[in-house]
């Protein structure tokens, strides 16, 4: 590697990915200790905020990773457009004539998993693709995560055996997906 800019990047990406990693394995494993049906709730809510959690920080640390390789060799290199994206902002004009840069609100998870899945095939010419039936799973989690946080009935915050089957399915899809993406990032 010829910058060493880009190692702290792909370090600090390791070590994000690692601690997500970590935070979801321990809540996969077996929770037989657990008495009640209220704590295995518990447990299960606690895993599903977990693992969209570390999906959608790993995303953005990707974002980052790509960035810095692409300023490192633009051969592959992105547009303006692909890079504000990276960047979360808006472009928007001033009264004054100048240009002014607004953090994007809001990012959805599908569109934000398949636009960093894109960048990283185009900058790292790497092989990586997602299976239509895998996003169909993460939207679903996500949906999870996003009625047990703001729940508008008691009901909202249960889980259902189905639903677990959707997070650990999700679950080993992000191991594996991470593992490729450390092992594209081990060739650079």
């Known amino acids: 590697m010829e910058d060493q800019n880009f190692i ?4 600090e990406l390791y070590d994000v990915l690692l601690t997500f990693y970590t935070d979801t394995k321990i809540l996969t494993k077996n929770n037989k200790e657990l008495i009640s049906s209220e704590e295995i709730q518990s447990f299960n809510r606690l895993h599903i905020k977990s693992l969209v959690s570390s999906i959608e ?12 390789k692409n300023n490192l060799n633009s051969e592959n290199g992105l547009n303006e457009y692909e890079l504000m994206f990276i960047a979360e902002k808006n472009p928007r004009l001033k009264e004054n004539g100048d240009i002014d840069y607004e953090r994007i609100s809001s990012i959805g998870l599908i569109p934000n998993l398949n636009f ?11 092989d990586l693709k997602i299976e239509k039936e895998t996003l169909k799973k993460i939207d679903a989690v996500r949906l999870i995560r996003n009625r047990i946080t703001h729940p508008k009935t008691f009901q909202s ?3 259902s055996h189905t639903e677990m089957e959707d997070v650990s399915s999700v679950f080993f899809w992000y191991r594996d997906f991470m593992n490729q993406i450390l092992n594209i990032l081990d060739t650079v």
Not at 57 to 68: F, M
Not at 116 to 126: D, G, L, S, Y
């Open 157 to 159: 915050l249960k889980i």
């Open 8 to 11: 702290p990047t792909i370090l």
């Open 116 to 126: 960093t899945i894109k960048i990283i095939k185009k900058v790292f010419n790497a």
């Open 57 to 68: 920080g790993s995303i953005y640390v990707i974002k980052q990773v790509v960035l810095q």
